[in-house]
């Protein structure tokens, strides 16, 4: 495992942090259906940050965005979008994506923590933080996505609806 200096989001030239997003991710990044989700909001700063390596350079980020679920009533619930979590291809493996994680989800409100939502792999964000795929599955997103790949974490999963239409936080 590496040691991971993990700094907040803010601190980092938004130039570099495109960057690294595109070396992680491919060039059609912006057309995934995560960005739409999010569409129109701002990252974070309280729950978004970077990992630098030993020799302080920009190795990962985590940004972290206001979602919200619409039920069938047409209540918006409001929820947390996990994500991009990225780490850059020859730093992969060294524990960056997991710090990274840990200091997201170690900035919740610990008394009322809002439910976590992202588009990931369930192996990896189920093993080590129990995202799951489970409650997602009658929930609607602004475009193609693998339901298997939509994710959850919530303390109280009774308060999930089952159904409901999820994308940038309206009031
Ligand atoms: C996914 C990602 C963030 C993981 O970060 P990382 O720093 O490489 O992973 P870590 O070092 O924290 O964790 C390594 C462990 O997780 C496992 N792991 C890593 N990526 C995984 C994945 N996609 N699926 C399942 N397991 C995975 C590894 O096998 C390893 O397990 P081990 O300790 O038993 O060997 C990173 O690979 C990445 O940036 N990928 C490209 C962008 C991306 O797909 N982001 C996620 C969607 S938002």
Redesign the pocket.
Known sequence: MAEANIIPLDNVDPVLVEELLDR??EPERKQRT?YKVREGMDWLPALSFAALDEQDRLT?TIQCWPVGLTDGEGRAHPMIMV?????LPEE???????ALMAASLGGLMPEAPLPQV????P??YG?FWDFTNAHTQGWTLPGPVDPARVLVRCANPAVLPREGALGPWRR
Request: proline share 4%; net charge neutral; glycine share 22%.
């Open positions: 992680a991710f995560a990962g994500g991009p979590v990225a780490v992969q493996m060294r524990g960056f994506g997991q992202m588009i990931g792999d192996e990896y093993r």
